[in-house]
């Protein structure tokens, strides 16, 4: 599985961007697909993750009501709708993809991972 990631800038704060991972490969239908943001001088934490034969989402409590994640059979994507972006969103964006088995927002059930793409929120 090879994830590219991209769709990132510099936006101000309540302005709203949205993240693309394109997804290749020929098993990444089994695949729990995630997004996770790291902060200057902080851990890889996670955003959200969508499962992607059956669509369950999980987000996490921060972005509940501002951000959605969604998949593109068609176009094997996995997009990151952001929403009334604030100054705390801004870090590197990571997508990754991991078996559905085994807890969504840990780090280490995810097995690919595509490069970041750097998110700038300002006040």
């Known amino acids: 599985v090879q994830l590219q990631a991209y769709g990132g800038g510099l936006v101000q704060a309540g302005a709203s961007l949205r993240l693309s991972c394109s997804v290749s490969?020929?098993?990444?239908?089994?695949?729990?697909m995630g997004w996770f943001r790291q902060a200057p001088g902080k851990e890889r934490a996670f955003v959200a993750a969508?499962?992607?034969?059956?669509?369950?989402?999980y987000l996490t409590d921060s972005v509940k009501g501002r951000f959605t994640i969604s998949r593109d059979n068609a176009e094997n994507t996995v997009t990151l709708q952001m929403n009334d972006l604030k100054p705390e969103d801004t870090a590197v964006y990571y997508c990754?993809?991991?078996?559905?088995?085994?807890?969504?927002?840990?780090?280490?059930?995810?097995?690919?991972w595509g490069q970041g793409t750097l998110v700038t929120v300002s006040s």
């Open positions: 990754a993809a991991g078996n559905v088995i085994g807890t969504y927002y840990l780090t280490g059930n995810y097995v690919y």
């Open positions: 490969g020929n098993t990444f239908s089994r695949y729990r």
């Open positions: 969508i499962r992607w034969s059956t669509g369950t989402v």
